[in-house]
């Protein structure tokens, strides 16, 4: 008679894994019992990476991770962050995942990487086989670089592209599940195609064993859990401004009830609004088509949905984009049109779509939309907005707050506002609810250790995630020295949170409060400007070991503030710019120089 080996109750296993070992263990033993899964052993061995800032492409990969254990495969899944191409000569089935950032740049926590295989000259992964998913946002000028980039430069050091790359713009979900589709064919028909001796072994690891079908790691309770396509309708419980009437901006302190939802946060996450355009924009563009608010039109996903319905919650109306003006033209088979969508004319076509919507393409080319359902399919998906979490789930429990600056312009005879801000803002009232759910910015979060001191540099609503640090620490007691820098047009009309925060520097909970309004005098003072001035003290905080974080606008703030972190490096830490800039990349690889900028 055979032992049969066991999976005591102490292993680190929930009941429901450690039921399904026990089953696996005694069918393998005893040969008798069935074998949970009558597939074949796993196939390939295939790592999944990742290269994030606020974790879409992570959460892609997770899903790929699970399909790819159905598919019995042997899977492991990694960030790019503290990853090497020396690792990546190892594999032989890679997956790689990637979101772009600044000017079609990695996301910083992938950029040591990239920087390595940059520098690789021969080719070296002639083992690899590989596909790549690169997540965007066509909105920006270097529409998912980053992916494309890194395709290229695998390709050109040997390995093999095994399904081709497939670029995924905001409105995502479609362009994943055809990559998906492509790449698991492929896949399948190397496994098909290959010889046995290619798997993995088939000594009885626990990896191997869940890998065969365990139940994946439990996530310990039947918590609901919060999407874009299932979002919390949570109530407004709190709106006011954080601007006089006065100021030249409107800036609102906006808080949502989360206390009936499983909702869960932690300081730094953001929280996305899944927004809606305004009714009377959408009748515009209805009456000027002259179709019927109720033609039903097909949504993916969705169904049969009336076209007023799809307008309105579905589909991006707002903003041009060069899809949907290569859709225009070709559906109107407009000459006009099509000349401005050669490269020559590619600043001209930027001027053109920088502040336009779907009413001025429709006014300015007359005549070419004679079916609702053209119309649905040429426009994009309306995307959720983020809003840095303003508050600490410790200090605010029940509660979300957000610090929501408003966007308003007026452009070609119209006053115009940004869909999810001026929602909140002119369509929000107290009491009514908005779809919400959690994004995660596992990047962005305090330091571990109470007592490290802080420096958080947060102009504008880049102030938003600090409060929320701020009354996280005084939660938990920590005694770290906290230092923040806030910056606004001006003093009387723009400091947020003004008494909330002057009490803190009162009671020493913030060490210094350093404030630069631009706009209160003839010339410009931004927060570098004033990190400039303290900048003995700020090397001083640094090699005491603080933590950095930069908040808010990433178009100039972001690099400005870098910019001037190297001059007091070389000032104040007397060093050449290299090591200035070596000194940075050490902060970075020390998960000590954090940034969340949009
Ligand atoms: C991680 C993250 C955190 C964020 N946190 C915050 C936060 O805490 N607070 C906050 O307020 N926002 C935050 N944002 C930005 C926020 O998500 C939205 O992008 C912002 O509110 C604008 O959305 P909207 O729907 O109102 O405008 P949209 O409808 O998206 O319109 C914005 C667009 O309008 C156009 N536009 C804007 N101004 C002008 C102008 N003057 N002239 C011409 N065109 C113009 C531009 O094309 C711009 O892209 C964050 C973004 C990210 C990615
Ligand atoms: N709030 C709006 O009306 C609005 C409209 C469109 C887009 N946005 C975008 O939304 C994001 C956040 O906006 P926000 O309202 O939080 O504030 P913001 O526009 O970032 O402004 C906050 C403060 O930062 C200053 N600033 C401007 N350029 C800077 C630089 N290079 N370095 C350091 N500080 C600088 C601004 O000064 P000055 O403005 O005096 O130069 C202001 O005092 C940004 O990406 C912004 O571009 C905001
Ligand atoms: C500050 C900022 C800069 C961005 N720059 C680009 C860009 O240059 N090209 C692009 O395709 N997408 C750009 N994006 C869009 C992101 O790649 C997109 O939101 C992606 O889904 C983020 O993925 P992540 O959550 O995995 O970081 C940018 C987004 C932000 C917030």
């Known amino acids: 008679m055979s032992l049969v080996p066991f999976i005591p109750e102490t292993a680190p296993f929930s009941e429901e894994q450690r039921a399904w070992l026990n089953g696996f263990l005694a069918g393998v033993f ?56 020396a690792a990546l000569a190892e594999e032989r089935y890679a997956i790689l995942i990637a979101s772009t950032y600044g000017e079609g740049d990695p996301p910083d926590s992938a950029q040591p990487f990239y920087q390595q295989l940059c520098i690789e000259r021969f080719p070296r992964f002639q083992d690899l086989s590989y596909s790549v998913l690169a997540i965007g946002d066509s909105h920006y000028e270097n529409f998912c670089k980053f992916g494309a980039d890194l395709d290229s430069k695998l390709a050109a050091l040997g390995a093999v592209c ?7 713009d905001v409105d995502l979900d479609d362009s994943f599940a ?38 994946a790691p439990s996530t310990q309770t039947s918590r609901r859990i919060y999407s874009r396509e299932n979002p919390f309708l949570a109530p407004i419980v709190e709106k006011r401004p954080l601007t006089a009437d006065n100021s030249s901006k409107l800036t609102m302190h906006m808080t949502f009830s989360i206390a009936d939802s499983d909702l869960q946060y932690q300081a730094g996450d953001a929280c996305a609004v899944v927004p809606q355009n305004d009714v009377r924009l959408v009748e515009e563009i209805i009456h000027s088509l002259r179709f019927s608010p109720q033609a039903p039109v097909e949504l993916p996903k969705r169904g049969t949905v009336p076209l007023v319905e799809a307008l309105t919650n579905h589909l991006q109306i707002t903003r041009v984009t060069r899809k949907m003006l290569e859709a225009y033209a070709t559906i109107g088979s407009c000459d006009t049109l099509f000349a401005l969508l050669t490269p020559e004319k590619q600043e001209l076509l930027d001027k053109y779509t920088w502040d336009r919507g779907l009413i001025d393409l429709i ?39 957000t610090t929501v600056a408003v966007v308003r312009y007026h452009a070609h005879e119209r006053e115009r506002g940004g869909v999810c801000s001026t929602l909140l803002a002119d369509r929000t009232g107290l009491g009514d609810r908005r779809p919400i759910y959690i994004q995660p910015n596992k990047k962005f979060r305090l330091p571990e250790d109470p007592d490290t001191p802080m420096i958080m540099i947060g102009p504008g609503t880049g102030i938003a995630p600090f409060r929320g640090f701020l009354h996280e620490r005084r939660a938990l007691g920590s005694q770290g020295k906290n230092w923040l820098f806030f910056g606004e047009r001006s003093a009387t009309r723009d ?20 404030t630069a309004f631009s706009r209160d005098q003839p010339e410009k003072i931004y927060v570098q400007d004033r990190m400039r001035e303290n900048s003995h003290l700020l090397w001083n905080w640094l090699q005491e070991g603080a933590f950095l974080y930069v908040c808010g606008d990433a178009s100039r703030m972001a690099k400005d503030v870098d910019r001037a972190l190297h001059s007091i490096l070389q000032e104040a830490g007397c060093m050449e710019p290299d090591a200035a800039q070596a000194y940075i990349q050490g902060l970075k690889d020390d998960h000590r120089y954090h940034r969340d900028v949009y």
């Not at 046995?196 to 191997?208: D, G, H, I, Y």
């Not at 400091?495 to 350093?514: A, N, T």
Request: net charge neutral; proline share 9%; with cysteine.
């Open 495 to 514: 400091f947020f949170y003004r008494d909330e925060l002057e009490s803190m520097l009162r009671d020493g909970h913030l060490s210094r409060l350093d």
């Open 178 to 215: 055809s990559w998906k589709e492509a790449l698991y064919a492929q896949l399948d028909d190397i496994v098909a195609n290959r010889p046995a001796r290619n798997a993995p072994s088939s000594s009885l690891t626990v990896e191997n064993a869940m890998a065969l079908g365990g139940p």
């Open 30 to 85: 005893s040969g008798t019992q069935e074998r949970p899964a009558a597939d074949p052993p796993p196939s390939l061995k295939i790592a999944v990476l990742y290269a994030t800032q606020s974790g879409t492409a992570e959460g892609l990969a997770r899903k790929v991770v699970k399909d790819l254990k159905a598919k019995r495969h042997v899977v492991s899944l990694t960030s790019m962050e503290g990853y090497t191409p």
């Open 363 to 401: 006014h300015d080319y007359p005549g070419i939309l004679h079916n609702p359902a053209d119309l649905v399919a040429m426009l994009p998906k309306l995307a959720p907005r983020l809003y840095s979490i303003s508050s600490s789930p410790l200090a605010h429990t029940g509660e979300i707050h």
């Open 162 to 168: 095994i399904s081709p790359r497939v670029d995924c």
